[in-house]
């Protein structure tokens, strides 16, 4: 009998698969939209039959996951799209060791970059690396896919990669769970030949991934992961992933060939289908990675022409595009109910939260006139204004290098500071640190401390003291790691403005490498901090907009004026009471709620 | 069916649109709900998507084709307005989350918010308080359970299955005033199109900028940089002179602090003459 179907994510589903498929150790680093994965895979696993963890960074993971592999366990690794260029090293070499234990990589890609800082199409990396690469389209394929991932894996042993999206991974829909399978017993087999990849291994190897590439050509053919929607004969429509859904949704009495297995090609299936139809058009998100593959089969194909290479595809781009192509009727556009009048909506950009402490070292950065090297979590949003305070930011951990290039160019004219998360710094900053030590180059270094990998939801990492289950771990103390290695080092507590700003003017003026640790726990998570809250004393604001330029959201205007200028007002109901605007005002018109005010209980 | 539910982060957009696709799901209904994390939480837009039927296949909601419009904050209900097909139904909180970014114009003391506006014959706009009606019974927090309310009377699952995905959704604590948010809801009769108004901020006109004196012979230069530390607008620096200068003397908006602070009286404003 079926069990019930449960509505899960994507995300959830994956997890949901890997234990149905046995699998007994899972590493990754949190990225946006792949975190919920391990957390949904500890959620489920209550009685720890699978080691779950945050690893350092995704390169860590995916070692982790490799050499969990050789041990003959199947293993599973998350991470977003970026998070495959880290872990690319290993990406590379693991389909000529093959696998012990099932070995299922999954990447989450994030199209119209909600998240990322771009949106690279994660599908080349499986050509570059060849291994087998399988496309679910929604939460029931998520939890399907993996276990054929791991079937797959340990069949051809390759490693085998799983991509999904933000509408994939972050979409729920109604997946009917198996039964879990506990993790089997492992061992791990001395095969240095295959396993020591030595350059004469490694040419053996690589032979051997060749040959095991015409394997899975021939098994793309008959994996049972394709469907074909047999429709019109007019139009045939190649896809996979989340572009099937809109295709279908769109267009529901085309013929659709659907590939879920889509490296190496399936090129029968694709030839027959083609065969089938007077004119094949391929409808894909992103690159046309299988656009140029039909292409290079000999198949006549249309795609990109119509549909566009950047952002996420949707309903609408996708009925546009096969309008374009003279596959639907202009009339399948629809209208929307009149809104009434000229009346927009503002903008609503992601702000730092009430009581973040990231804010006021970036206040101190601005002051100090300093060309700030950035990188990747929620202080990235200081470059907006009203802290307007950061130059760059690209990778996870390229804030220090970047800085240590600056300053070695002659073109910064002022002090160079890179500005950095606690787990992005852990993640890839070290070796940039030791690299401007050893170097002697002359930058500073804000590592942001707030004990927690704060824009993913605040998961757990080597900082914080709790491991991803949340029991209790070693914290690394970030302090004496760059005392050690040779960097001065203060640490200050943010909230202090004063404190703060001189710490960062002393960094700044110091010869050598400087380190400023702003320690302070994110006011968000583990859990939420909430001191007594803050009030303006409304004849005291001389509404000069000074604690308006910390940007933040409690703090608003109210219906009051002072030389035409509106007066402050803070939101009680939001304020953390972080004291950081009342330190600032130039009045002292910012005080903690008063007590006395307060109606007595009865 | 397709429900649009959008508002701001912290506002249980997430936690209702969870409702309405177990809801559905518990009736029999295949259901997708797609949604965004990630930087949305901070503060910013969040919006999910919820389609239900015999087979859905889109996570995502095409623009004009919603058939109901939820919306926990007025602003957001503007946003997703263009997502609602004729002949659907926008159900809107009145709540106005007015975001830092909104704050720019300081010298007119103008707030870039959405106006108010009132449903027509081809707009069937249901809005109402619901943090007030939320707070009256109960929990001011509750208030997507009473715009919860207000969608079940548009979409009446057969059954106890609204009932029983709100228990399954809300935390322990919070149900009770949850559930009487909920009936709060599906007693709120909006006169279709009528929102009561909320008063805005008085609006004045936007005055030239002041005139900002400098003496150069009176400041000290960078070795006190007071001016520049206290200025909002960051209308002064020290630009290679000795003295003080204002490099961006149109943002000035008046407020005197770089003269009142000055140790040395070399900055004085002077306020633009009326025209």
Known sequence: ?602 | MSVLIVGVGGQGVILASAVIADAARRVGHDVKQSEVHGMAQRGGVVTSHVRYGSVVRSPLIAAGEADVVVACEWNEAVRALPYLRRGGTAIASLERIVPPRALADRRSGRVSYPPLFEGSAALDLRACDAVDIARQAGNAKAANAVLLGMVSMLLPFPGDAWREALAAHVPAGALAANERAFDAGRGVRTARGRPRRLAHAAEAPAAAAPAIEIVPAWCKGVECGVCVRVCPERCLAFDGSPAVSAVRPAACTGCRLCETFCPDFAITIHEAVPA
């Not at chain 1, 879990?180 to 396993?195: E, L």
């Not at chain 1, 996979?240 to 029968?268: D, F, N, W």
């Not at chain 1, 929307?336 to 006021?360: I, K, M, T, W, Y």
């Open chain 1, 1 to 602: 009998m079926d069990a019930p179907a449960v509505l899960l994510s994507g995300n959830e589903a994956i997890a949901q698969g890997a234990r149905e498929a046995g699998v007994h150790v899972a590493a990754g680093y949190p990225g946006t939209p792949s975190t919920e994965i391990l957390e949904a895979l500890a959620r489920l696993d209550p009685d720890r039959r699978v080691h779950v963890e945050w690893s350092t960074n995704e390169k860590v993971a995916i070692d982790v996951a490799l050499g969990a592999s050789l041990g003959g366990s199947r293993a599973l690794v998350t991470m977003k799209h970026v998070g495959l260029n880290v872990a690319s090293d290993t990406f590379m070499t693991a389909p000529y060791t093959g696998v012990g234990g099932g070995l299922v990589i999954v990447v989450a890609d994030d199209p119209g970059m909600h998240s990322s800082q771009n949106e690279q199409d994660s599908r080349a990396y499986a050509r570059m690396a060849g291994v087998p690469l399988l496309e679910p389209a929604d939460s029931a394929e998520c939890r399907e896919f993996t276990i054929a991932a791991f079937a797959i894996s340990e069949r051809f042993d390759t490693p085998v990669l799983v991509r999904t999206a933000t509408r994939i991974a972050h979409a729920r829909g109604l997946v009917r769970p198996g039964p879990v399978r506990a993790p089997g017993v492992s061992k791990f087999v001395p095969q240095p030949a295959k396993y020591v990849m030595l350059p004469g291994n490694a040419r053996r190897r690589r032979l051997a991934l060749l040959e095991r590439l015409r394997a899975l050509e021939r098994f793309a053919d008959e994996c049972g992961l394709h469907r074909v929607d047999q429709g019109d004969v007019d139009v045939g429509i190649v896809t996979s992933g989340i572009a099937y859904q809109y295709v279908r949704e769109v267009c529901p009495r085309a013929s659709v060939l659907k590939l879920g297995l889509t490296h190496p090609l399936p090129a029968a299936t694709v030839r027959a289908f083609a065969d089938s139809v007077r004119r094949v058009i391929v409808v894909e998100e992103l690159e046309p990675c299988l656009e140029e593959r039909l292409r290079a089969l000999g198949i006549p194909v249309e795609g990109k022409v119509f549909f566009p290479a950047d952002g996420e595809l949707n309903p609408e781009r996708v009925r546009d595009g096969l309008i374009a192509a003279g596959a639907l009727r202009p009339s399948a556009r629809r209208r929307a109910a009149p809104a009434d009048g000229e009346v927009s909506a503002g903008v609503r950009p992601p702000v730092l939260c009430p009581g973040c402490p990231h804010v006021v070292p970036f206040v101190a950065l601005r002051d100090l006139d300093a060309i700030v090297m950035g990188d990747i979590g929620c202080y990235t949003l200081a470059a907006n204004e009203p802290l307007s305070a950061m130059d760059s930011c690209v990778a996870m951990g390229s804030s220090i290098g970047m800085a240590c290039g600056l300053a070695r160019s002659g073109g910064a004219d002022r002090p160079v500071v890179a500005a950095i998360g606690d787990s992005t710094f852990l993640h890839a900053g070290i070796p940039a640190l030791i690299d401007a030590v050893c170097n002697g180059t002359r930058i500073t270094v804000l590592v942001l401390d707030n004990r927690t990998t704060a824009m993913t939801g605040g998961q757990a990492h080597a900082g914080s003291g709790a491991n991803l289950r949340g029991d209790p771990a070693r914290a690394i103390d970030i302090a004496a790691l760059c005392r050690t290695i040779g960097a001065s080092t203060e640490v200050v507590d943010p909230y202090d403005v004063a404190a703060t700003h001189r710490a960062l003017e002393r960094a700044v003026a110091s010869p050598g490498v400087s380190v400023v640790i702003a320690d302070r726990p994110c006011v968000e998570s583990p859990r939420k901090i909430r001191e007594r809250p803050y009030e303006v004393v409304t004849d005291r604001c001389v509404a000069c907009q000074l604690c308006v330029d910390l940007g933040c959201p409690s703090i608003l205007w109210g219906n009051d004026r002072f030389e035409g200028r509106p007066i402050v007002t803070i939101e009680t109901e939001t304020c953390s009471g972080c004291t950081v605007c009342a330190q600032l005002c130039p009045t002292e018109a910012i005080v903690p709620v008063a007590l006395a005010g307060a109606p007595l209980a009865s």
